[in-house]
């Protein structure tokens, strides 16, 4: 959604780089480029002023002409500032102190409430919670089966007494279904209400009434993040006429500009709690501001990233893992077994183009990562599960033979195979290497950075290789000066630092502890 926007700044931002001292017109050209950006992005106009006037306040004075390098310090506080607009700390949800706690869903219809409302208790599910959803939306039809399905799927409670399209009183529903979570033992009560087309006194009325009658914990307003600015102009209607403690950005995912994300919680003075970005149940998670603004700025998310790690992989697992990769055998404990395993874990984490999309830089090549065909991971699982138990466990027997069985269980071509192997004994060989501390390859040699036996070698191959001078003279000078350097060490002492007379001598005396290895 913020691609245009991440494009648009990122080009920005390339002109400042390489100056060492930033003139009023570089900042003025700046601001202006910004302005531009965020008004294509869709952003309320005046939360565009706003921005643009704190940037060019704190860019004018001493914080960006005394920095070392203020191309930087601007690119900082735009982050800065992003944070601020998007509400700055990140919000956590209120539980009740005593009975179960009541959140209540507001908001117009084709908003997503019914949906998020499964995402919702799905995610408080993993929290350690129990979640209880209740169907107060009974105009719209089969809203009430609908979100009997989302409950199924999330696997959370469901209270829906009434059957919906336009039969029973959402009012009643509400406040009966308090008691009934408390005899149930749910700690969380999710109210799904009914939305309208558009903004009419009806709704707002039994949004109110709702309100009054369960007094919830939290009111969370839902809005789609795809409408542009009329978010702004229906947030503001809601936040009058019923009140709402928080914004649920639903729609995330989608092609349209992300002004509405940008602007609401500036705007309405209520905070982003939470967002969805997909259509499963997973692809919801809490609003961080700041990992927002890092991801439009092309600075990536790396705590996410580490967060669905965390939560998808094993800690044991891990353990297991490394200690076959950091084996005397050179990593080959780890099979194409456990290289499966690895794979099914980070397809468990969601979609491979959006975890790349969370690693710093990604901005850059978003194309090809748009272009990622997901059902190669897929593929790769059927090929390898087409192999025997002994196939898998080594790899190395797989010959020609093999490989045109192995190829037609997975219906693929045997070159597929082929390469599949390869890839496998190439990234089996890097992870071990890595796991032993010698870092990525072609670091340089840092210890735990790797490059170090590798570039050592390299070096002492371009040592050997050291070119003589073409000129006889200057050759003869050099091997002279060898000779000299030569004799010199010899007569100082040897190779261990020890004077030379007593190297091997009769005055050097091995260690008791050592004499039994001597033979």
């Known amino acids: 959604m913020f691609d245009t926007l991440s494009d648009r700044l990122a080009a920005t931002f390339k002109n400042l780089r390489g100056k060492g001292r930033l003139s009023e017109a570089d900042i003025d050209a700046t601001a202006r480029e910004i302005r531009i950006a965020l008004l294509e992005a869709d952003v309320a106009l005046p939360v565009v002023r706003a921005f643009i006037k704190q940037i060019k306040e704190r860019a004018t004075g001493a914080e960006?002409?005394?920095?070392?390098?203020?191309?930087?310090?601007?690119?900082?506080?735009?982050?800065?500032?992003?944070?601020?607009?998007?509400?700055?700390?990140?919000?956590?949800?209120?539980?009740?102190?005593?009975?179960?706690?009541v959140i209540m869903l507001a908001g117009l219809q084709g908003a997503g409430k019914t949906t998020l409302a499964g995402k919702l208790g799905h995610w408080l599910k993993g929290q350690g919670h129990a979640p209880l959803l209740v169907a107060c939306d009974l105009q719209r039809p089969n809203a009430v089966n609908q979100l009997s399905v989302v409950a199924e799927r999330a696997g959370v409670g469901i209270y829906a007494p009434q059957p919906g399209n336009g039969v029973g009183d959402p009012v009643q529903v509400a406040q009966d279904s308090i008691e009934y979570a408390k005899t149930k033992q749910y700690d969380v009560v999710i109210v799904d209400t009914a939305g309208r087309l558009g903004i009419d006194q009806e709704l707002m009325q039994q949004a109110a009434d709702i309100r009054d009658a369960v007094k919830p914990d939290e009111v969370l307003f839902v809005v789609d993040a795809m409408i542009g600015q009329d978010a702004v102009n229906t947030a503001e209607a809601f936040r009058d006429g019923v009140g709402f403690d928080g914004v649920v950005l639903s729609k995330l995912d989608g092609d349209a500009r992300g002004g509405a994300a940008l602007s609401i919680a500036h705007v309405t003075g209520r905070q982003i709690m939470f967002a969805s970005n997909g259509e499963k149940l997973d692809d919801f998670d809490a609003f961080h501001p700041d990992r927002m603004a890092s991801r439009i700025l092309g600075m990536g998310d790396m705590l996410s990233l580490i967060e669905k790690a965390e939560q998808t992989f094993s800690q044991a697992e891990a353990e297991k893992m490394a200690a076959k990769l950091q084996s005397a055998k050179g990593g080959k404990d780890f099979t194409l077994d456990d290289f499966l395993a690895q794979m099914e874990q980070v397809r468990k984490m969601g979609s491979i183009s959006k975890l790349l999309g969370m690693l710093p830089g990604m901005g850059q090549i978003k194309d090809q990562i748009n272009n990622i065909d997901e059902r190669d991971v897929d593929r790769t699982a059927a090929i390898i599960k087409s192999m025997t138990p002994a196939e898998r466990a080594d790899a190395t027997i797989i010959n020609g033979s093999r490989r045109a069985r192995i190829a037609k269980g997975s219906g693929v071509e045997v070159s597929a195979v082929k390469n599949l192997v390869e890839r496998f004994f190439e990234a089996r060989k890097m992870m071990s290497r890595m796991a032993q501390g010698g870092g990525m390859p072609g670091m340089p040699g840092m210890p735990g950075m790797g490059g170090g036996p590798g570039r050592q070698k390299k070096q002492q191959k371009q040592a050997k290789g050291k070119r003589k001078s073409g000129n006889p003279m200057k050759r003869k000078a050099e091997e002279q000066a060898a000779q000299a350097k030569r004799e010199q060490a010899a007569q100082s002492g040897g190779a261990f630092g020890l004077p030379a007379g007593e190297q091997g001598g009769k005055d050097f005396e091995l260690p008791d502890e050592f004499k039994k290895f001597m033979g």
């Open 64 to 101: 960006v002409s005394q920095a070392l390098n203020p191309a930087q310090q601007v690119i900082k506080i735009v982050n800065e500032e992003l944070v601020g607009i998007l509400g700055g700390e990140t919000r956590r949800l209120r539980f009740a102190k005593s009975g179960p706690t």
